[in-house]
Structures are given as C-alpha cells and as structure tokens.
C-alpha cells in the first residue's frame, strides 16, 4: 500500500486525532496547577506528626529570639531553602499559620478552612488556607493579595498561588514593635520571599480557582462569621496577633494613617476632603461609603465619568464589555487599567472626577501599580496614566498641592518633562 492510498483510506481517522491533539494541547498550555496532594486525605497523621517535627526542630534557626509573631514569610522562606520535593513543600507549608506565625499541630485536626481572596488583578480566587484561629480567615480575604510564585520541585517548574502583603520593610522602622523576626535590607525583607509581581509571600493557598457563586455558597458561614472584623477599620480591631498582621500588611500601603470609620480625614488630589464617586445603586469598585478609597490597600482609586463614548473602557483594558452597564454613572477605575487606556489614546481627556480621587494614588509607593494590569502593560503607561489625570485635573483647578505631588512622582520615576 503506498503512502497516498493510506492516507486517502484513513483520511477522517487522522483529521479526527489531529483535532483531539490540539483539543489536549489547547487544556495542558491553558491549564492552572492544581495540587496533588490531599493532605487531610492522602498523608497519614504519623507522616505529617514526623515532618510537622522536622520542621520545629529548626524553629530556633528560622525565629532566632523565639519571636514568631507575624512569622509567616520567615517560615515560608525556610521551607523554600529547604529544597523539598513537590509532596513535602506542601505539606510542610500546612504546619504554620501565615498571618500570625503559630506553629499548627497536624494532630488537632480541623485546621483549614476555604476563603475568598483577591489577586492582584482583583480577581476573586477561592483556596484552602491552614490557619490557627478564625480570625486570621478574615484578615487574610480583607488584606491580602493572592499572587504567583515560580519554584523548580522534583526538576520541574511549578507555579502555586501565594498569599502576599506589601514588603513591610519599605517603612522598617515602623514595623510593629510586637514584630522581630524581620531582617530587611534598604526597603526589602531579606530573610522572605516574593512573590512574581515583587509583593512578600506569607503563606501558601491550596486547591484554588477562580471563585463564582457556587464557592461563595461553599462559605457563606466563613463570610458571615467574618462580615463584622471585616466591617471594623483597623484602628479599631481588638484580637491580638491578627492586629499585628493588619498592622504589618497596612505599613506600606499607604493608607493606615488615613483610616477612619467614616473616609472624613481622607484627602484628594487637591489637599481638600476627599469626595465620593459613587453615583447610583450598581457596584462601581467603590468602598462602604462609596469613596475611591479602596481602604486596605486597593488601587480603585480614579473616579472616572462612563459616558456612552467612554463605555468601551473595559473592553479596552483587557476585562469585558461589563462597563457599558455603567453608562450614566460613575466608576473608581484601577490605576493599571486608568494607564493603559490612557497608554493606548482612548478616551476624550475629560472623564475625571478629580475631586473625587484620593491623593495617595500619587505617591511612590503606588508607582508600580499605575503600571500592571491583566499582563496587557504598555510602556511607559505610568507616565502617560499620569500625566493624563494630572493635566485634566490641573486645568480643572490650578493647585499647588496637586502640583507638589506631581512633581515628587516625576523625580521619583526618572524625572519626565511636565505637563503643567
């Protein structure tokens, strides 16, 4: 048989598993990593009461005065240097909580439970986190960010979903007084690990995916009990070590010394009381009180005006047609997002609720914000997000405070030419 009549005779046979090659190829390239090892399942208590063992053994090594307050990224640390294989990094990252460094004990039993936590694209994630307490459930899905982290495991590149904060380091003086395991270096933490986007790792997240309806009814009762800490400004919790850790997550995020009950001490761009952006009943990436304020740590900070021919706006940051339904109303637009469509010459330089925009959305320490959305970044998009808010807001209302703050953002970032 020649090769030509083979192929005419078995010509659908082969169509159809080249069409099921690239079905497989298409699911294996797009896939997330899920974890393989159920640990309450597929480990028994004596192999996880031997590692758990293992690991406190060095517990002096990791906290070397004892202190293990807020200890999560010492831990982490350790157990990444620690060169373990795929099996035994996730189960040793089960043996602490993250948020307030307590050792958890495999043989107490009921030691995880699944949250709800935003990444840093605001995307809602659902995992299982091991913690000590439940408080600790609560902090974590008001002010943490679940991020990536790469690491080579049994000679092969995994890629896990990691619970981060804001390098406290940045402000090290600051740090919490309750707080000594930290060794920083300039505004970094040596003796932690970061996650891809540069943000501080403190604990792993196991079994996730993108949240709906369905995992949020998983865990009604988590986000019930958690609905009234959740609610409560920093300034006023009252429970030990998940103060410490808000404290800690809060230091460079340039907002705790702004948090109030009710946004009254907040500050826009013009050095005046901060305005609300909200405007009718639909979400609009608003706070409680519908600020841009983003309190916690956000960047939802650009008050911007949906009209018909800035409805696009979503779509043109990589995200949907959702805004079209904002239509009439006002939105609090992400920094990133705001920036690429500026970077890419939409809009009409007129979309500005400038009074409405908090003045910490011009500070260093925003600066990388303004410039990361979905992976659609542009170059230089910061300068050009910038710049664009600055001089609609500037011809707004000429102000010196706006001005100040421009120009420290300018020196900060490379010194571009002004547009004011």
Same mark, same amino acid.
């Given at each position: 048989m020649t090769l030509r009549t083979f192929l005419r005779r078995n010509i659908k046979t082969i169509l159809i598993l080249i069409f099921l090659s690239l079905i497989v190829y298409t699911i294996l390239n797009n896939s997330t990593e899920h974890f393989t090892v159920d640990i309450e399942n597929d480990i028994d208590i004596e192999e996880k009461k031997t590692s758990f063992e293992n690991l406190m053994k060095d517990f002096k090594t990791i906290f070397p005065d004892g202190n293990r307050n807020a200890g999560g990224p010492q831990f982490f640390k350790h157990i990444v240097d620690m060169n373990l294989s795929k099996r035994n990094f996730e189960l040793y990252n089960s043996f602490y909580c993250g948020v307030s460094g307590s050792p958890v004990d495999p043989e107490r039993g009921n030691v995880s439970d699944y949250v709800i936590v935003k990444d840093i694209n605001d995307n809602d994630i659902y995992g299982k986190y091991y913690r000590c307490c439940s408080p600790c459930l609560c902090d974590i899905m008001k002010y943490a960010k679940v991020d990536k982290f790469d690491i080579t495991l049994d000679g092969e590149t995994h890629v896990y979903d990691v619970l981060t904060i804001s390098d406290p380091c940045c402000k090290s003086g600051a740090i919490p007084q309750e707080v000594s395991s930290f060794k920083c270096d300039g505004v970094k933490t040596q003796n932690g690990i970061h996650s891809r986007s540069g943000r501080l790792i403190f604990a792993l997240l196991y079994d996730t995916k993108p949240a709906t309806e369905v995992e949020r009814e998983n865990i009604k009762d988590v986000i019930g009990n958690c609905r009234e800490r959740m609610n409560t400004p920093p300034d006023k919790l009252r429970s030990g070590m998940g103060n410490i850790f808000v404290d800690l997550s809060l230091l460079c995020e340039d907002t705790i010394e702004n948090f109030t009950d009710d946004n009254t001490s907040l500050k826009n761009i013009y050095g005046e009381k901060l305005k609300k952006c909200k405007t009718g009943e639909d979400p609009g990436s608003w706070d409680n009180e519908g600020y841009c304020s983003e309190r916690g740590?956000?960047?939802?900070?650009? @008050?911007?005006?949906?009209?018909?021919?800035? =409805?696009?706006?979503? =779509?043109?940051?990589?995200?949907?047609?959702? =805004? !079209? /339904?904002?239509? /009439?109303?006002?939105?609090?637009? @992400?920094?990133?997002?705001?920036?690429?469509?500026?970077?890419?010459?939409?809009?009409?330089?007129?979309?500005?609720? @400038?009074?409405? &925009?908090?003045? $910490?959305?011009?500070?260093?320490?925003? &600066? /990388?914000?303004?410039?990361?959305?979905?992976?659609?970044?542009?170059?230089?998009?910061?300068?050009?997000?910038?710049?664009?808010?600055?001089?609609? @807001?500037?011809?707004?209302?000429?102000?010196?405070?706006?001005?100040?703050? $421009?120009?420290? &953002?300018? !020196?900060? $970032? /490379?010194?571009?030419?002004?547009?004011?």
């Open positions: 740590g956000g960047v939802h900070q650009i @008050c911007m005006d949906v009209t018909p021919e800035r =409805s696009d706006f979503s =779509s043109q940051t990589g995200q949907g047609p959702w =805004s !079209e /339904g904002r239509v /009439g109303n006002n939105h609090c637009m @992400c920094l990133g997002a705001w920036a690429l469509y500026k970077a890419k010459g939409k809009g009409d330089d007129n979309e500005l609720q @400038c009074e409405s &925009i908090p003045d $910490y959305s011009l500070s260093p320490q925003y &600066i /990388g914000k303004w410039n990361t959305w979905n992976g659609n970044e542009l170059n230089d998009q910061i300068k050009e997000g910038i710049d664009s808010m600055v001089e609609q @807001c500037y011809h707004k209302k000429k102000n010196n405070y706006l001005k100040d703050k $421009y120009n420290i &953002i300018r !020196e900060e $970032y /490379g010194n571009w030419g002004s547009v004011i």
